[in-house]
């Protein structure tokens, strides 16, 4: 167990906040359509750390592969850990342990599970590679560490609609003042040699946007982060986009999902390493 003061120090504000807008889009993630590449290692009596557990809908799923009980759920804040503990109780799975902890200085000692999980976390991180050691720290051998993070400068999206590119520029800015890594993505590779870890398989995959349901939910979810939470706090206290603007980026949003030919495709990476 490591001493989490310094990395807690250098643990940046979470962009996306815990507003209704990121929270429903992030109820729609589950293990199939966000942790495939794990699930063929998975079984039951294995110990299993989810780093970054958020909406606890793809903890459930592990949950009930792996056992309720076998499972640990780490979150940054109470306020983080409680709406994953919120979620597991609401699916029946309340005896998973959920911890409020660092990423970069995890709460586990030594050679303590057997799958560590983390979807979407390492791009909100100053310090991804201590993250990785960390996770390679706590896996006993002979164990697994998933990975998965977007890469936010490889979306593509069709018509080429000039308010997305505004939204995208305007997120990429406010991360990366975060101290966080919005093309993570493409870098999880290169972060896990840096971390030491040999025995590692690179791939990617991305979610498609692309029907009047998903585009009307993506759209939505974007809008919503840019007229309530602490992304548009962020871009009206920067004096990066008035209320104005991105009231006129959400509204363009809204109409690019009414578009049929409306098709947003979402990038990630993914790393899966053998220790």
Same mark, same amino acid.
């Given at each position: ?23 429903? !889009? ?38 009930r592969i792996v056992g309720p009980r076998d499972v640990t759920a780490l979150e940054v804040s109470e306020e983080s850990a409680e709406i994953t503990r919120a979620e597991l109780a609401r699916q029946g799975l309340g005896a998973v342990q959920v &911890? ?45 560490? /998933?990975?998965?993070? !977007? ?20 997120? &990429? ?40 349901? !998903?585009?009307? /939910? ?16 962020? &871009? ?15 509204? !363009? ?17 993914e790393l899966l390493v053998r220790v």
């Amino acid at each position: 167990m490591r001493d989490s003061a310094d990395a807690s120090a250098r643990t940046p504000a979470y962009t996306h906040g815990y507003g209704t807008a990121v929270l429903d !889009s992030h109820r729609a993630r589950t293990a199939q359509n966000s942790a495939a590449q794990l699930l063929p290692h998975l079984r039951p009596g294995q110990q299993l750390l989810d780093v970054g557990s958020g909406a606890g809908t793809i903890t459930a799923d592990l949950a009930r592969i792996v056992g309720p009980r076998d499972v640990t759920a780490l979150e940054v804040s109470e306020e983080s850990a409680e709406i994953t503990r919120a979620e597991l109780a609401r699916q029946g799975l309340g005896a998973v342990q959920v &911890l409020v902890g660092d990423a970069q200085a995890l709460p586990l000692a030594d050679d303590s599970v057997d799958v560590v999980h983390a979807h979407q976390v390492l791009q909100h991180l100053p310090d991804p590679v201590t993250a990785i050691a960390e996770a390679r720290r706590v896996t006993r051998p002979g164990g697994i560490i /998933a990975l998965r993070d !977007s890469d936010y400068e490889g979306f593509r999206w069709y018509p080429e609609v000039p308010a997305i590119d505004r939204w995208l520029t305007l997120y &990429l800015r406010a991360a990366r003042a975060n101290g966080g890594t919005p093309d993570a993505g493409r870098r999880l590779l290169a972060w896990a040699h840096e971390a030491g870890l040999e025995d590692v398989t690179p791939g990617s995959s991305t979610w498609l946007h692309a029907t009047p349901a !998903s585009r009307t /939910a993506w759209a939505e979810t974007l809008a919503g982060r840019l007229t309530a939470g602490p992304f548009a706090d962020q &871009l009206g206290s920067e004096g990066w986009a008035g209320a104005a603007e991105r009231e006129a980026i959400a509204a !363009s949003l809204r109409a690019w999902a009414e578009d049929p030919d409306g098709w947003f495709s979402v990038l990630h990476g993914e790393l899966l390493v053998r220790v």
